[in-house]
Each structure stands twice: as structure tokens, then as C-alpha cells.
């Protein structure tokens, strides 16, 4: 069924820059769709970009000038990159494949003011 194992994570000033890779192994990544979501303290997990395999991308509208999903379809990786990091941005982020059960562990960013 393949893993999603996420990477990148960590603490950040206001107004920094993270980026966060995901890495799939087996049939996890194969042919198909990944998205990047998020869970905040005491939120529920929300969908921040999705990537089809072709490279078309799926952005939360209220992210989109500042947040870039990308994917390397040889490597098998996700990635997001985000810029002018907000402290509402603090949240656990994961990787997941659309669809089937196949979700990261997560990786914590934290966003100081």
C-alpha cells in the first residue's frame, strides 16, 4: 500500500520561509494525486494544495500567494514551500493521497510572532 513520511518542519519567525517534503515509498505515490493539510491546535485538519500528476495544482484560495505545492514524479516527493509564514500558520502539516487511508505522520511547524 506504500507510506508518506513528511520532513522540514520546525520554528520560524513571522515572516520566514519553510519548506516540507514528503517522500512516498511503494504504490503510496504511483499515478496519482497528493495534497498538503494542516490541523491546528484545537481545529480540525484542513486541505492547504492538492498536486495531480500532470503538475495542476489545487490551492485553498487564502493560501495561495504565499504557499507553492510541487512534486518530483522520478524522486516520487511532494513538496510546499511557504513563504511570509503567519503564527496562524502553526499547525501540524501532513501529506496524504486522496481517496485511500494513506496519510504521513506529520511534521510540526510552529510560527512565532
Known amino acids: 500500500q506504500g507510506q508518506l513520511v513528511e520532513s522540514g518542519g520546525g520554528l520560524v519567525q513571522a515572516g520566514g520561509s519553510l519548506r516540507l517534503d514528503c517522500a512516498a515509498s511503494?504504490?503510496?505515490?504511483?499515478?496519482?494525486?497528493i495534497g498538503w493539510y494542516r490541523q491546528a491546535p484545537g481545529k480540525q485538519r484542513e486541505l492547504v494544495a492538492l498536486i495531480r500528476e500532470d503538475g495542476t495544482t489545487v490551492y485553498v484560495a487564502s493560501l495561495k500567494d504565499r504557499f507553492t505545492i510541487s512534486r518530483d514524479n522520478a524522486k516520487n516527493t511532494a513538496s510546499l514551500q511557504m513563504n511570509n509564514l503567519k503564527p496562524e500558520d502553526t499547525a501540524i502539516y501532513y501529506c496524504?493521497?486522496?481517496?485511500?487511508?494513506?496519510w504521513g505522520q506529520g511534521t510540526a511547524v510552529t510560527v512565532s510572532s
Open positions: 511503494g504504490s503510496a505515490f504511483t499515478l496519482n494525486t
Open positions: 496524504h493521497k486522496p481517496n485511500t487511508p494513506i
